[in-house]
């Protein structure tokens, strides 16, 4: 699979990095792969990678899996939302490196 959207048939949700640190991105309008902040800090562009999904889980409150001190990116302040709201749980290897993604239910 090449992006995001592949993956979870969402055009949005959270992808949490190895370091803990998360976005919550329409990652359809990133592009391929997973979706970065750009150099200047001004939008998300996507790096095309091959992504490898190892596991799907759904869990029934996603705020227990996003510190919410840790979002890094979050244009439309959907933070406050997540806790209590339940999704899909992607455990995903891109190009050999790990990320969680998240597919709140009722996202587009």
Not at 4 to 13: I, K, N, R, Y
Not at 54 to 81: C, E, F, Q, R
Not at 92 to 100: E, R
Request: hydrophobic letters at 45%.
């Amino acid at each position: 699979m090449k992006d995001l959207f592949d993956v979870t048939e969402q055009e949005s949700g959270i992808v949490i990095f190895d370091n803990g640190e998360a976005i919550i991105a329409n990652w359809e309008a990133a592009g391929l792969g997973i979706p970065r902040i750009d150099p200047l800090g001004i939008t998300l562009i996507g790096l095309p990678c091959d992504i490898e999904v190892i596991k799907i889980s759904h869990i029934d409150d996603i705020g227990t899996l996003v510190d919410l001190d840790k979002i890094i990116w979050d244009l439309n302040d959907d933070a406050p939302t997540l806790p209590g709201t339940p999704g899909k749980v992607y455990i995903i290897l891109a190009d050999g490196s790990p990320y969680t993604v998240i597919a709140p239910d009722g996202w587009s």
